[in-house]
Nanobody, 125 residues
Framework: QVQLVESGGGLVQAGGSLKLSCTASGGTLSSFRMGWFRQAPGQEREFVGYIGWNGDITAYADSVKGRFTISRDNALNTLYLEMNNLKPEETDVYYC??????????????????WGQGTQVTVSS
């Protein structure tokens, strides 16, 4: 059973930066394709970014392109999301997820098998 734990969230002013981490246990991160999503209360989980199992492929939601960077360190079993120029509307709980197969789109939450508990990001105006 893979367990994911996010960290690095917090309060930041608009235009500021945060770097989130997602550490895996119970499995080898290099075996999984990984993604970051975010979710506001009462809203659906929204795709933020995706990274292939060895980091060779990345994809981002249009709204974060050029500002967010997803990366991974398989030796440390850790996934990262570096977020720059944050906006107040990006206040959400951010989740990392992993896929055990390549079936289905990477932007769809139901195609992920394991999730972390989330980390709150609050961007003040």
């Amino acid at each position: 059973q893979v367990q994911l734990v996010e960290s690095g969230g917090g309060l930041v002013q608009a235009g500021g930066s945060l770097k989130l981490s997602c550490t895996a246990s119970g499995g080898t991160l290099s075996s999984f394709r990984m993604g970051w999503f975010r979710q506001a209360p009462g809203q659906e989980r929204e795709f933020v970014g995706y990274i292939g199992w060895n980091g060779d492929i990345t994809a981002y939601a249009d709204s974060v392109k050029g500002r967010f960077t997803i990366s991974r360190d398989n030796a440390l079993n850790t996934l990262y999301l570096e977020m720059n120029n944050l906006k107040p509307e990006e206040t959400d709980v951010y989740y990392c997820g992993c896929r055990t197969s390549n079936i289905g789109g990477a932007t769809t939450p139901r195609n992920y098998n394991y999730w972390g508990q989330g980390t709150q990001v609050t961007v003040s105006s």
